[in-house]
């Protein structure tokens, strides 16, 4: 037994391994830190915590995080994944993302600040609060669910306050009689004096009609894009970057699955990012890359038609998201549009060197496409 290095919780299980350390704690499940990151936040003693941020040019520069606000949006944001059976992963610098880290078993990389970024906005913290309070039972209406300031019962659903995303049970308890006074819960037992917290609920009619209407909007608030593209250094890596830009611009953020080829494990992650995405962008691109002129048994596996970009942007769209369509402009690539998808409004692109050509034209005609159709992203709203 340890303490948790996030919510500091005594009975965790913390492990150095090679060159990373391995959690198991009650409150945020089981993850991976890298040694350089664990340690940079153990360090992290002063006021700001300095996030290395990645550049395009391989360089990076610093975001200053109160240290107070990474502890607290860490365990909230750990506590939240385990609840959705999303644990299971590896935090990393953002910046060494792209550098091929060994996988541990299943488990995948995030990047410190994507993995802060999904604490949720102020006017999001009641309704985020309320799904995670769904998610703590067995889902049968009237069971009762327990709120502790720090400890989990196993024998009962309980949770600490962190599924509540709240800093200390003073906030708690204000979330708690906000949902109370909604209507969403119904209070069996509360005591919240003095240094004890401890609430017993269950789940009204109300709250889970709730329940179930966030879920299916849940991604309308969503700043997350997913991009849905072959990855490949050589051919696609200015394409990647303008559309990253373009979202970004745009006020999302772009959520690639990066290099990893897609073995079952990542197409679950896949189905999570996408269902959590407010819209799709996907580039259909497809290099022959022996520059064969007809070979019919090659250009659909070498270089050929891109799957898993077809796969993910049906998805998206029977999950009725707007799925935006880029291509590189060529032969190869264009004869190779499935004849499904031919007549939807496709973005061309040609690349130039590292880059694409018109990049700045580029990405505010996607810019101005994504404005249109899904409106402005939350990272421009104040
Ligand atoms: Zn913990």
């Known amino acids: 037994m340890s303490e948790c290095f996030l919510c500091k919780n005594e009975t965790a299980t913390l492990r150095e391994s090679g060159y990373e350390w391995r959690i198991i704690c009650p409150n945020c499940g089981k993850l991976v830190i890298t040694d350089d990151l664990y340690s940079d936040i153990k360090a992290a003693t002063g006021e700001c915590f300095r996030l290395p941020l990645p550049e395009p040019d391989n360089g990076y520069r610093y975001l200053r995080v109160p240290v107070a606000d990474l502890f607290f949006k860490a365990r909230c944001v750990a506590a939240e994944r385990k609840l959705k059976d999303q644990d299971e992963y590896i ?44 998610r703590l039972g067995s889902g049968i209406f009237g069971e009762s669910i327990y709120i502790f300031e720090t400890e989990v019962k196993k024998e009962i659903p309980s949770a600490n306050i962190n599924i509540l995303y709240a800093s200390n049970k003073n906030v708690a308890a204000k979330i708690l009689i906000n949902l109370k006074e909604n209507n969403f819960i119904e209070v069996e037992e509360m005591n919240y004096q003095g ?35 072959w990855f490949d250094v050589k051919h ?8 990253k830009k373009a979202i970004l611009s745009s006020g999302y953020l772009p959520i690639v699955i990066d290099e990893v080829p897609h073995a079952d494990f990542i197409m679950n992650r896949v189905i999570n990012e996408i269902n959590e995405a407010r819209f799709v962008v996907a580039d259909f691109t497809c290099i022959n890359e022996d520059n064969k002129k007809d070979d019919k048994e090659d250009d659909k596996i070498k270089g050929g038609v891109r799957g898993g970009v077809y796969f993910e942007a049906g998805y998206a769209r029977g999950q009725r998201k707007k799925v935006f369509h880029t291509c590189r402009k060529d032969s190869a690539s264009e004869k190779r549009l499935h004849f499904d998808i031919k007549q939807i409004n496709t973005l061309f692109w040609e690349p ?31």
């Open 236 to 243: 696609t890596r200015g394409i990647r970057e303008a559309l």
């Open 195 to 229: 240094s004890f917290f401890e609430w017993k609920f269950y789940i009204s009619a109300k709250g889970w009609d709730r329940i179930a209407g966030l879920k299916n909007t849940a991604d309308k608030y969503s700043e997350k894009a997913f991009i849905a593209m």
């Open 91 to 134: 935090l990393v610098y953002d910046y060494k993302k792209n550098e091929l880290l060994p996988e541990v078993g299943n488990f995948y990389h995030i990047g410190i600040k994507e993995f802060l970024d999904s604490f949720p906005a102020t006017h999001e913290v009641l309704d985020r609060a309320l799904l995670n309070l769904g």
């Open 352 to 382: 130039d060197g590292e880059s694409i050509k018109d990049r700045d034209k580029f990405i505010d005609d996607l810019k101005q496409a994504i404005w249109a159709e899904v409106g402005k992203g939350p990272r421009l709203r104040k």
